[in-house]
């Protein structure tokens, strides 16, 4: 049912005057359900025509460098096997928790979404999925998502037609016909995508054969690294960290039954992880915080912990020690930081029971970083080989923390604006915020962060068309000289991630 | 004395140059103190023409559609009574903490506007009040009271001129006179104004006479629904706590000695609520926890607590279990949970003391969802019975946490930016915040929250004003097509108030 | 080394196309180094034509209007000794601490910006530091500090071109010949400023020799007055605050020895200080907590922190109650209050040991007002002689708790944007943020908070046309009129710091 329909019928049953709008022609509508899908290219630029103009100019200089992505959760697989993508839904539904936590925000159940059901509710079809995402299009409306699946149907797959519950069908099976076509296979896309550099996130035990297979195919000339991402082996508050410390002895081959142990194992699989290309390391942690115990008292409170014998605290203050140590090794290895903090994760316990985690329902809660990272920067923060990489999902921090911290330490880069954050509006805020702090050479430039590898350019896209916007607007507010702009925008995309996360 | 002459004199005395501004005639000055009072037809709306032109007819396709007020606190009595306004001074200024904050802040006390004073200084008159109003016009520059009122004064009350300290005689007798008049009278504007419906603000105890009175008055039309707000009930804090479930058990019949009973009795009143129309509960509270003590538990704490044996610590757990008990309570009968946190109510006792409450002085403090709503959201947020509206007064949560959690759970709507944050540029900050994380359709749409009752239009036609704007500006940057923009300000102010407050 | 080659050779080892920016002509490059410096003079006025014409008109009302600086760091033995400036580095680099902190975070060491390091190594002379700056003038693009070089660079010293590693050395020289010219001395740039008050930042044990120096001066015709800045003596958390008391005691000529000593010897210090002209005292604390202790517990609070046998949070209680003493203080003197509180001082401690303080690692914390300036309020809130302007680091307390709080109380007034806050765009929020909720009329102002004294026009400049912007665009959306909005630019640049900080 169309949830326009559902609206006025809802009025009129109330009693209230009903007008229409008449002024603006209205589709999306039964009976009209085929309306064009054509991005406009001027999207996202500013609509003044002096400041347009600029906007233009500035993106045309950037629109087709290279794609550098230092972070994103692309599977390696993916590239190394290049089999074709099944169907339009499990492409671009149903794996992205961005996609679907706004249909089960409408009252769609996971199941219904194409999502496994550890209770036994059968999982939909494809179909079925691509129909229940279809009607509900509006949702989107306003959102980066909608933003970005509008770039990848029209300009990477090639769709003419919004999606619609009257469109639905015939696009899944134009869809899912194309996505057998050669073209549309994951190398192939790689190639057109023009991408220069892309790092994958990787657990520490993993073997990275896909990486190696890729590097050792002479048919294959793209660069694909691997990321240190060791959450599981850190979080010594976690159910499964015992386990977790077996895998790493297993893929180390080093006991990993006392600190020194498991602080040698990690050692070796960053190692392991530079050999393969590896130049960062990418964390996600409650908070900032990190702690430097001296050796012996962090020995002990490994065996109190490990021993099932400490208190949550110990734990707790057990993790901030195993970061603490990630940012000595950065130190020593010249490994990137990368800090992904506060995000309260799985905040429904029945859905992360069912559906398993990275299901929409991670939420963010306030963040420090000045208190919690002072005992870190005060050790490392002019230190000539230490470098980290700091996001944050609450803004506020921008302009109040982390542009005065990046603006003093060498070793600190501001991360670009991530997650919920990664949207038009939130990253002109974020240029608001930073950039009369900390100027544009503290930013580590765009991040992507993507789970769906066809979202890549389009993604790439929208921050190349809000740092034109943006810069367009200092132009025209003659804060920048166009040709400073125009040198900004280029370092920004280019030199500033490469710095950044040393690519 | 004008504040100009005052501000010249002060330079002069100093030994400053002092410049005159010739570049901009002056008005307001003492000798040309009659200044048209006319609010410009596009106020509001972006100054670009482009934008300038969408923005009207996004406008204009929701102008004139009536007004749904899911929360506000106009008196029922007045309509049930139905009898003029006295003078416009006890309309427009006595009543309404926006003004007299701003006035007191400027250095003029309580009584001289009207408000009794414990210790014993006599109110002044209202004509003494209206001129102290008029000549401190300047000081609302810029706030939204200063739209809202000239609103008020030139579109429901016929005025032509600026209030000032040369206009204030004459405004307050044609004001008066004009008062009088049947078309002014409250029933009259309710008509006038186009409200669809209208919820007041009840206490549990409330024998809803006025709300009965109307339903039972066969020359009355309009549709005006009690709201239950058990604040008084559920704050164990409180002094008058005990005369409080007094006061319920009267009303209810029913022994509120035990928790089981004071339950019983909330229930109760809830359903006789229902029975006159209410389809919502609202609550004031200091945050956002609520406790789920299992019923022994609870029923121990209530105990310690009513015999006044139990700590601070313990009476705040059992407000939170309280409200914790609403929630259950609503995903049972179906009553909206609007739940307004965040304010440190009364911050200057004494003024507390002398003129009661509401009376300027409750400041916000900082906010917190995510953790706080867990315990709640984990019972009843994919139930497919209990909805919540959730307000905030700091805006640090809109992108942070409540945009994140109604992008996920089915029963959370986000409220209208609330209070101090109801004004064209906090809306528009409200749209920039949640909108790339949540859409449009997460969105409750407006409510007045007003005192005012003659400020109702003025504050529903800002919002439209604001959100046309706002969604003019999406169009403009192509971010939505402008039908699409068409049809989501129409479902802004019909389907969504409707929808989350089940109107 | 040109950073842009840098990243364009990073680029190229990489393996990643390269394109060149074609439509805008490129600058900064080598061998290209001679770019005209000529800010626009419509600089930070909005781009579109309607609103540009309006914020010219308003910005030419208040453009020539005497400066009023009531906060800063200007050394008043500037004025008082009337020596050269040196050279431009010793002026515009080593002394200021927004710059050499964005020259440290790319990598330049403190002593090759010309600061003495406490573990030996020299410092770089004048004409080394200024090569270092000029060279990485890019950095500063987008920041407030590079706004305000260019105004002084241009506007106070006449330089026509921008700096860079090529015209470094012919700059150093044009310069610092220029400083050694009669019209470039202290007191000529004073008058040439247009500066009708300043007021210096003093510690209380200072006799304020200059201060009288200039009073008796018959050719000086500036006013220049102190503001008392006890923060040495309230600080009782702090190694040195002992000796401070000593010098107080030396400088008073009052026993410290016990609270009430310590009392009355403040006491006496503020008298001198207004006998020469103060009307201020400044607070730097970490937070805006103050305390209310009756005398007795006082006293011994006192004996036990100054015997060392109290624990630190006695210590931090302590000098909670002292800051309440200035309070009470300002109640009965008048001098207003101004309170600078949020930043974690010295963040960096082997920079602090070696460098100093006050060295570019001072970083804000979440500041709270609300419940930490209630018993302050309760107290002084409505007082008719205490007045306290009040100033954060962290924006989110603008619309939350600062205009609430300036709304209400007659005695609190809004502080500009502060520090980081104080550039266009954090200008432009914190207007957008209290506006709507404190209207104009509860702004203190513009400070200037400078150390650099030929940055003083230039940060006033900044100001009145951002402020001109801001309000061209609410007379462009027909929120205000012009001529109010011309009145409300004359009045925050005279009436309203003179009324807040009584000058």
Same mark, same amino acid.
């Given at each position: 049912m169309d949830h326009r329909t559902d609206s006025t019928s809802a009025a009129s049953s109330n009693g209230a005057r009903t007008t229409t709008s008449s002024a603006a022609p209205r589709r999306g509508m039964p009976?009209?359900?085929?309306?064009?899908l054509a991005p406009h290219p001027d999207r996202l630029l500013p609509p003044e025509p002096e400041r347009r103009a600029i906007a233009r100019r500035l993106y045309?200089?950037?629109?087709?460098?290279?794609?550098? $992505?230092?972070?994103?959760h692309v599977d390696p697989r993916l590239l190394a096997e290049d089999r074709p993508f099944p169907?339009? +839904? $499990?492409?671009?539904?149903?794996?992205? #928790?961005?996609?679907?936590?706004?249909?089960?925000?409408?009252?769609?159940?996971?199941?219904?979404?194409?999502?496994? &059901?550890?209770?036994?509710?059968?999982?939909?079809?494809?179909?079925?999925? /691509?129909?229940?995402?279809?009607?509900? /299009?509006?949702?989107?409306?306003g959102t980066a998502s909608r933003? /970005?699946?509008?770039?990848?149907? #029209?300009?990477?797959?090639?769709?003419?037609v919004q999606p619609s519950a009257d469109t639905a069908d015939e696009l899944f099976d134009e869809l899912t016909a194309r996505l057998r076509q050669p073209e549309f296979r994951p190398r192939a896309l790689y190639e057109s995508f023009g991408i220069a550099v892309l790092a994958t996130t990787d657990d520490p035990a993993d073997d990275l054969r896909h990486h190696r297979a890729l590097a050792e195919d002479p048919s294959w000339s793209g660069r694909v690294v691997p990321t240190f991402r060791p959450?599981?082996?850190? *979080? +010594?508050?976690?159910?499964? /960290?015992?386990?977790?410390?077996?895998d790493l002895a297993a893929a180390s081959g080093i006991d990993t039954g006392d600190y020194a142990g498991l602080v040698g194992a990690l050692e070796a699989r960053r190692e392991f992880f530079r050999a393969r290309g590896a130049? @960062?390391?990418?964390? $996600? @942690?409650?908070? @900032?915080? !990190? +702690?430097?115990?001296?050796?012996?008292?962090?020995?002990?409170?490994?065996?109190?912990?490990?021993?099932?014998?400490a208190t949550g605290d110990e734990a707790v203050l057990l993790s901030q020690q195993l970061l603490g140590e990630m940012a000595r090794m950065s130190s020593e290895d010249g490994m990137v930081l990368a800090l992904h903090t506060g995000?309260?994760?799985?905040?429904?316990?029945?859905?992360?029971?069912?559906?398993?985690? *990275?299901?929409?329902?991670?939420?963010?809660?306030?963040?420090?970083?000045?208190? @919690?990272?002072?005992? !870190?920067?005060?050790?490392?923060?002019?230190?000539?080989?230490?470098?980290t990489v700091l996001f944050t999902l609450d803004e506020t921090a921008f302009s109040r923390e982390l542009a005065p911290l990046a603006g003093f330490y060498p070793a600190v880069y501001l991360g670009a604006p991530w997650w919920f954050l990664d949207a038009p509006r939130a990253m002109h805020r974020f240029? &608001?915020?930073?950039?009369?702090?900390?100027?544009?050479?503290? $930013?580590?430039?765009?991040?992507?962060?993507t789970r769906g590898f066809c979202s890549i350019p389009a993604r790439h896209d929208t921050a190349r068309r809000v740092d034109a916007a943006h810069l367009a607007g200092l132009v025209a507010e003659h804060v920048l000289a166009e040709d400073d702009a125009a040198q900004v925008i280029r370092d920004l995309n280019d030199r500033q991630p490469r710095t950044a996360f040393r690519l």
């Open positions: 009976g009209d359900g085929r309306v064009p045309e200089g950037v629109r087709d460098l290279p794609l550098i $992505s230092p972070h994103g169907d339009p +839904a $499990s492409l671009l539904v149903t794996p992205d #928790h961005y996609v679907t936590r706004l249909l089960h925000a409408d009252g769609v159940g996971l199941p219904e979404l194409g999502l496994r &059901d550890q209770d036994g509710a059968e999982p939909a079809e494809p179909r079925e999925v /691509w129909r229940a995402f279809c009607s509900r /299009w509006h949702l989107f409306l933003q /970005w699946l509008e770039a990848e149907l #029209h300009e990477v797959l090639g769709v003419a959450d599981r082996y850190l *979080d +010594a508050t976690a159910a499964d /960290w015992a386990r977790a410390l077996d130049t @960062a390391t990418d964390h $996600s @942690a409650p908070d @900032a915080r !990190m +702690a430097f115990l001296d050796p012996a008292e962090a020995a002990a409170l490994f065996d109190r912990v490990r021993s099932g014998g995000s309260r994760r799985n905040h429904h316990p029945d859905t992360r029971r069912r559906f398993g985690p *990275d299901t929409g329902h991670d939420i963010p809660v306030r963040a420090e970083f000045t208190r @919690a990272l002072q005992p !870190m920067l005060e050790r490392f923060g002019t230190h000539p080989r230490f470098r240029r &608001d915020a930073v950039t009369e702090t900390a100027g544009f050479y503290r $930013s580590a430039g765009f991040i992507d962060d």
